[in-house]
C-alpha cells in the first residue's frame, strides 16, 4: 500500500516515491507526542523571536509567524485542531499548519533549526514541568505523612516493627509514617535534582553540528525558562540521560509507594486488623457481598512494575544508539509519559485516602506485646547490671523457649523461673517489661521513644514550611 495524501512531505524534495503506508503508520509519533503541542510551540514562539531578535528575520515575518502559532495554539486548547497522521509527529502538524494558515512564510521557522533539537527542547519542557509537578505532589502527599504522624502522637499510638515480617519491637505508630515522610522527602529531592540538572536548553544545537546562522541560544534559553542553553551540540540532540534520571526519581517513589500499599494491604486484613481502609478508597466483590477490596493499594503495588519497566525500556533503546539523533528515540516519550501519569494519580489518591483511615489502636497494641518483642529489652536490663550482653541475649533466648513452649508471654513466667535463669531476674523485672516502656526507652536520635519523634514531626513541619 501507498501513500496516496497530496499533502507534501516538509522534507520531501529528496524523494521520488510516496511513503508505503504501512511505514507511515509505523513512522508516525503523532498519536502520543501531539501532547507536546504548547511545548512546542512555545518552544517555536521563542525560535521565532529570536530570529528577528538577529535580524535573521524581518519584523513583519516575525509577526506573521507569531500570529499564525497563537492561532494553532488556540486551536489546539479548544480541540479544534486536525492532527493528521500523514504528518507523521507534532512538529510536522504544526509547521504545515502554520504553512496552511500564513503561507510559504511559515517555512522560514524552520531557519537554523533541526526536528532534533526541536523535539529535544520540547521533551526537556515537559520532563522538567513533570519533575516539578511530581516533587509538589511528593511534598502534599509528606505533609498528609507528617499530619497523621502528629495526630497519633497525641495518644502515642503502639504498632509492633517488624523484621522478616515477624514481629520484632514495639514502635510508635508515628515512628512507622515518619519512616515514609523521609522516604518521600528523598523521592522530592530527586526530582528537583533532576529538575536542575535537565535545565538547559538544547534549542540551536540543530541537526547535531549546530548552525552557521548568527543565532542566540542564551536568548531562547531564557525565554523558555533554562538556566542555560546545553554546551555541546551533540549532546544537546542525541543524549536522554534527563529523561532517564527522571524515570529513575519515578522508579524509586514508584517502590516506595508499593511498600507502603503492601504493609496498608496487609494491615487492612482480617488476620492483621489495624486498620480499617475508607469505603471511598476500597471496592466490593461481584460473589461475596462481605469483601472490602484494597484496590487502590494493590493497583498502586501493582503500577509500579510498569514505572520500573519504563525505565528500563528506557535504558535499553539508548544504550547501543550512536550519536546523535536516532529514530530509536522517537520511543523516549510515552514511558515518560506514563510514568508520570501513573504516580500523579497514585499520590493525590494517597494524600486523600491516608488522613480517611482509621486505626485500631487496641489491636496494634495487643499485636505489638505479642512475639516477644519485649525480649530485647530484658536482654538490655541485664547488660545494664553489668552482665555481658552476648550472656544476656543467651539468658533471654532461653526463656523465650520456655515461654514459647509453654504458651505463655514473658511477664507470665514464673518468678522462680526467672531467677533460675539469672539472679538478677524476677517476676518484677518481668512485669515492668511493657510495650510502653520499651517504645519510651528507645531515645536514641531517630528513635521511636514520643519525644524523638516528636523531633522528628517538629523537623518535618520546619523542612515542609
Known amino acids: 500500500m501507498t501513500n496516496t495524501t497530496q499533502d507534501k512531505k516538509l522534507w520531501g524534495g529528496r524523494f521520488a516515491e510516496a511513503t508505503d503506508g504501512l511505514v507511515e503508520l509505523f513512522n508516525a509519533s503523532v498519536a502520543f507526542d501531539q501532547r507536546l503541542a504548547e511545548q512546542d510551540i512555545r518552544g517555536s514562539l521563542a525560535h521565532v523571536a529570536m530570529l528577528g531578535q538577529t535580524g535573521i528575520l524581518t519584523p513583519d515575518e516575525v509577526a506573521q509567524i507569531e500570529e499564525g502559532l497563537q492561532g494553532i495554539l488556540a486551536d489546539i486548547r479548544a480541540g479544534r485542531f486536525d492532527w493528521r497522521l500523514d504528518r507523521e ?10 504553512r496552511d494558515r500564513i503561507g510559504p512564510v511559515a517555512g522560514k521557522l524552520h531557519t537554523a533549526r533541526s526536528r532534533n533539537d526541536q523535539v529535544a527542547v520540547d521533551f526537556r519542557l515537559f520532563t ?4 516539578l509537578d511530581l516533587a509538589a505532589k511528593v511534598r502534599a502527599l509528606r505533609a498528609v505523612l507528617v499530619a497523621e504522624a502528629e495526630k497519633h502522637l497525641q495518644d502515642e499510638v503502639i504498632l509492633p516493627g517488624y523484621t522478616h515480617l515477624q514481629v520484632a519491637q ?11 515522610a523521609a522516604m518521600l522527602e528523598r523521592d522530592e529531592g530527586r526530582f528537583r535534582d533532576a529538575a536542575e540538572r535537565m535545565d538547559e536548553s538544547p534549542l540551536g544545537s540543530s541537526a547535531l553540528a549546530g548552525t552557521p546562522w548568527p543565532i542566540d541560544r542564551f536568548a531562547t534559553a531564557a525565554a523558555l525558562g533554562f538556566a542555560r542553553p546545553t554546551a555541546n551540540s551533540l549532546d544537546g540532540v542525541g543524549s536522554r540521560d534527563f529523561a532517564l534520571e527522571f524515570l529513575s526519581a519515578c522508579a524509586i517513589l514508584a517502590a516506595h509507594l508499593s511498600r507502603l500499599s503492601e504493609e496498608l494491604i496487609l494491615y487492612s ?5 489495624f486498620l480499617t481502609l475508607p469505603d ?3 471496592t466490593g466483590s461481584s460473589i461475596m457481598p462481605q469483601k472490602k477490596n484494597p484496590d487502590v493499594a494493590e493497583l498502586a503495588r ?3 512494575g510498569r514505572v520500573f519497566g519504563n525505565l528500563m525500556g528506557l535504558l535499553t533503546v539508548v544504550k547501543g544508539t550512536p550519536l546523535a539523533y536516532n529514530k530509536d528515540l522517537q520511543e523516549d516519550k510515552e514511558g515518560v509519559f506514563d510514568s508520570y501519569d501513573t504516580l500523579s494519580i497514585v499520590l493525590r489518591l494517597y494524600a486523600d485516602m491516608l488522613p480517611k483511615t482509621v486505626w485500631h489502636a487496641d489491636v496494634t497494641k495487643l499485636a505489638a506485646a505479642r512475639g516477644f518483642s519485649t525480649a530485647t529489652d530484658l536482654a538490655d536490663f541485664l547488660a545494664r547490671s553489668g552482665v555481658p550482653f552476648r550472656e544476656a541475649h543467651e ?4 526463656l523465650v523457649g520456655l515461654a514459647s513452649r509453654t504458651g505463655r508471654q514473658l511477664w507470665e513466667l514464673e518468678d522462680a523461673e526467672l531467677r533460675a535463669a539469672h539472679p538478677l531476674l524476677s517476676a518484677q523485672v518481668a512485669r515492668a517489661l511493657t510495650v510502653e516502656e520499651s517504645v519510651k526507652s528507645r531515645r536514641s ?8 519523634v516528636r523531633e522528628q514531626v517538629a523537623a518535618a513541619k520546619a523542612a515542609l514550611s
Do not use: C
Not at 269 to 273: I, K, L, N, Y
Open 89 to 98: 509527529d507534532v512538529h510536522m502538524n504544526v509547521e504545515a499548519a502554520l
Open 128 to 131: 522538567k514541568e513533570a519533575a
Open 170 to 180: 514495639p514502635i510508635l505508630l508515628s515512628h512507622w509514617l515518619m519512616a515514609y
Open 269 to 273: 486484613t482480617f488476620e492483621f486488623g
Open 280 to 282: 471511598s478508597h476500597t
Open 302 to 304: 501493582g503500577k509500579a
Open 395 to 398: 539468658v533471654v533466648g532461653r
Open 445 to 452: 536520635y531517630g528513635g521511636t521513644a514520643p519525644e524523638r
